[in-house]
């Protein structure tokens, strides 16, 4: 199996359809090229290479063709991109003009012409390749498999307020699991659960880990995830970030975490969760465990392993294997992932195959949950059947059945989404995925398809669509919100092995460890640095990602820049070195790169000249000296995060970023203005993000024509007045749908410009305004609003009345505000809320929490 063929097809139809009558290929004679390619890409025929998708596993011969036919695919959608990529260029030398002459005259030069006919020669190339292909196909007998490529996702709200609702016949076990620890008497009390994969091992840690007895019981805990990796030191640090104590990865050294551990442990009782354990080197689990003995008697460590042998040689207080669910605790899993609540009594038909289903499930929750994702609101009896009879059960079962139930699901969801869902392959085991991380690294490759329904949404929200339908089939998993409306989620180590089974050909970690490097690599994690294996990437021609997962030295990042002039996705996070190849300039397709956390002190100039870039990150860069004015010239970018060491953001220039979606401004310490120069630009912009900007006294003047905001976070920002800065509030445009203020103490009253978003308004927060004294009596006027958090605002004594009916608020919080006067039945009739560390006017006290859902 692999990538699937047909996704990476209707891209390419998608994009040709939107470049063909663009003006510059008219312009360039291009344009029949570009329609023949069309139609020669037409007649491969979407739905019989889903056909032949199907059949893959089956016929080498046809895996084969499958894979020749992905090469020049590949070729073609470079061809296209770096049409789009002088399209783009033509755009920006329009809009901003030229320092270099070269460029100026290229388009009606002698070289234009020369590379028109190079562009028409590939494109003719690569016609007469595919056609050579498709004429081989007759030999196969394909049909067609009709699936709408852009079919809209069904999405269903899942309850993420934890793992108890979701998880059935535990209990006994967690029962189990918390008696023994509460008996510890030794210095360090080991306990295993041992498994196979996807029983549910680490579900069960979590109901453990967060039990009201164990909560109390514990005076620290802490959960850190292992996997394949078991380095003492690495561990170290994993526990000391677990337990919220950052650590200086440039200046700690394994004495200086060692200190910081014992520190953090002397005379606490402390549980310490290690999940997913493989090491089986006793050395380093004896290493481990003297380094932990710094704690309180009556600490424990719980461990999950699918290994008894590593269980023994831990000498555990307790061992708990864990069995498979009975056939009525799956069954009642299984109904609780297919149906909406009480639908399946509906559907009494259904039952009876659920119960032949749940059987070949063997008892694994996962494999419950999967196939039950896969038959949510599917109410035709043909598609229940096709599951419980697929040939795919008959295939030579690993860990315990699971395998087989998840590539059952694997080859139910749509071709789009198995994109998506193998491109996780490039990060590794128990890795946790950020929204806006992994959004921009498929739009990056081309991964989402616009829906026809809706032609004008975003990117970023279909993107979004695709996490959530990938969610609730059970392929991620443990979903978190995240601060600044990000949120997280991960990928069960299973799912993990399917797509490496699926997509092992195209994906390569380079380590230490010398390996056979086949032609068909396209995505790199680079986790050693050394010559010798850089030299071995030497046959490689078409590497579209490279991630690094260690601090790459800077010979290393050149070779491979000047090397992979394809790249799409480069992230080299957390590098030490100051400066940037300029190199760089010459990464035509390039559209996602992660400079993030890094010792870059500037940006060479050239990397301007990427006009296909969508996503720049530069977050964390303290050393940053400034951008160059010329960054204007990335016209597709979505996406920008920055820390800069300058006072004013694109001080020289006009600069519009009409693509920009979202900018995060972090840090920059010493900023007091930013894009100054700018009217009526930035028009797409939604979310709008300043953190740690000590020095920024105002919101910046534009923001007032921002008629795209949606999510507004200041936080941090000490010298920020919100008023507007005599601006009139009427000035302001803003439809906000979220407002976060938190950390600004020269704030005493909300701004009148939040007027502007009356109707538009769904969530307010408000946290650590200590000077805030009271909220306008205009606030129950938000019609929209279903969310209104209140946290430790000193100074607030007072609310306006009316909030309590407002009809549209679901959720009211309101913490430590110590003046504020309140009475707890004002606020009954609202769905969920909770109140603590006020005055409550019933006995004139400081109340515990109350609390009410």
């Not at 030999?139 to 009709?146: A, G, P, S, V, Y």
Request: aromatic share 8%; glycine share 4%; hydrophobic share 40%.
């Amino acid at each position: 199996m692999a990538d699937p063929v047909s996704g990476l097809a209707a891209s390419l139809l998608q994009k040709l359809g939107s470049l063909v009558y663009q003006e510059f290929c008219l312009a360039w004679g291009i344009q029949s090229d570009l329609q023949k390619l069309e139609s020669t890409i037409s007649d491969i025929n979407i739905n019989e290479l889903l056909d032949a998708e199907y059949k893959q596993a089956s016929n080498p011969m046809l895996r084969n063709w499958l894979g020749r036919l992905k090469v020049v695919l590949s070729d073609a959608e470079d061809v296209i991109d770096e049409i789009e990529y002088k399209v783009f260029r033509k755009q920006a030398i329009r809009a901003y003009g030229s320092t270099s002459s070269k460029v100026r005259h290229f388009f009606s030069s002698s070289m234009a012409l020369s590379s028109r006919l190079k562009l028409s020669h590939k494109i003719k190339d690569i016609r007469e390749r595919l056609d050579a292909i498709n004429a081989g196909k007759d030999q196969f007998n394909f049909t067609e498999r009709h699936e709408d490529v852009h079919v809209m996702p069904v999405w269903r709200e899942m309850t993420h307020s934890g793992v108890e609702s979701l998880v059935i016949g535990r209990q006994g076990d967690k029962k189990k699991i918390i008696e023994p620890m509460m008996e510890a008497n030794k210095n360090v009390n080991i306990i295993t659960i041992v498994g196979i994969g996807g029983l549910g091992k680490t579900t069960l840690a979590k109901l453990v880990y967060n039990d009201e007895v164990v909560v109390n019981h514990f005076q620290l805990k802490m959960w850190v995830c292992i996997s394949t990796d078991f380095k003492v030191t690495e561990l170290m640090e994993k526990i000391l970030k677990s337990a919220c104590k950052g650590v200086d990865k440039n200046s700690s050294t394994e004495d200086t975490l060692q200190t910081s551990l014992k520190e953090l442990l002397k005379d606490k009782k402390f549980l310490l969760v290690l999940d997913d354990v493989w090491n089986v080197n006793r050395n380093k689990w004896v290493e481990l465990i003297d380094l932990l003995n710094g704690g309180s008697h009556g600490s424990v460590v719980v461990v999950t392993t699918r290994s008894h042998k590593i269980s023994s040689i831990l000498d555990p207080i307790y061992t708990h294997s864990l069995d498979g669910l009975s056939k009525i605790e799956s069954l009642s899993l299984f109904v609780k992932w297919a149906f909406k609540e009480g639908e399946d009594k509906r559907h009494p038909n259904l039952l009876s195959i659920a119960d032949e289903i749940v059987e070949k499930c063997k008892g694994v929750p996962l494999a419950v949950k999967s196939l039950g994702g896969l038959l949510y609101s599917k109410v035709d009896e043909r598609e229940w059947n096709l599951v419980r009879d697929n040939n795919i059960w008959e295939l030579e079962e690993n860990e315990g059945g699971i395998l087989p139930a998840l590539r059952l699901s694997y080859n139910q969801i749509p071709i789009h989404l198995k994109r998506c869902l193998v491109y996780c392959v490039n990060f590794p085991k128990d890795h946790e995925f950020f929204n806006i991380r992994l959004i921009g690294q498929w739009v990056a490759h081309g991964l989402i398809l616009r829906m026809p329904v809706n032609k004008t949404q975003d990117l970023e929200d279909v993107g979004d669509l695709y996490i959530k339908e990938l969610m609730s089939r059970c392929f991620f998993q443990d979903f978190e919100e995240q601060e600044l409306g990000l949120y997280s989620f991960k990928m069960h180590d299973l799912v993990h092995d399917l797509v490496l089974s699926i997509a092992h050909k195209e994906w390569l970690e380079i380590d230490s460890n010398n390996k056979k490097i086949a032609p068909t690599v396209r995505h790199l994690s680079i986790s050693y640095n050394g010559l010798q294996v850089l030299k071995s990437l030497n046959k490689l021609t078409s590497v579209r990602t490279i991630m690094y997962r260690t601090k790459p030295h800077v010979f290393s990042v050149e070779s491979c820049i000047k090397k992979f002039k394809s790249l799409r996705v480069l992230d080299i996070h957390n590098s030490d070195f100051k400066n940037l190849p300029s190199s760089i300039g010459t990464q035509k397709h390039l559209r996602y790169l992660d400079l993030s956390n890094t010792s870059l002190m500037k940006l060479p100039n050239s990397i301007c000249k990427l006009h296909n870039l969508q996503t720049l990150m530069l977050g964390g860069c303290v050393n940053l000296e400034r951008l160059s004015k010329d960054i204007r010239n990335l016209i597709n970018l979505r996406l920008l995060t920055i820390t800069t060491k300058d006072t004013c953001l694109l001080e020289n220039g006009v600069c519009c970023f009409n693509s920009l979606r979202s900018l995060f401004v972090a840090y920059c310490l010493r900023l007091e203005c930013l894009f100054p120069q700018m009217d009526r630009c930035l028009t797409n912009l939604r979310i709008l993000v300043f953190v740690g900007c000590e020095s920024l006294i105002s919101l910046p003047p534009i923001i007032k024509h921002l008629t795209s905001l949606e999510s507004l976070y200041i936080n941090y920002c000490n010298e920020m007045d919100l008023t507007g800065g005599g601006e009139d509030a009427q000035d302001f445009n803003l439809r906000l749908q979220i407002l976060e203020i938190e950390g600004l103490p020269k704030v005493e009253v909300l701004p009148e410009w939040l007027l502007g978003s009356t109707n538009t308004l769904k969530e307010l927060y408000i946290k650590w305004c200590g000077n805030l004294k009271a909220l306008p009596e205009w606030l129950p006027t938000l019609k929209s609003l279903q969310t209104l958090v209140i946290t430790d605002c000193d100074e607030l004594s007072s609310v306006p009345e009316g909030i309590n009916h407002m009809k549209t608020l679901r959720k009211l919080m309101i913490k430590h505000c110590a003046q504020l006067v309140t009475r707890l039945e004002d606020w009954s009739n609202i769905p969920e809320f909770e109140v603590l560390g006020c005055i409550n006017v019933e006995d004139e006290e400081l109340p515990p929490s109350v609390s009410h859902e």
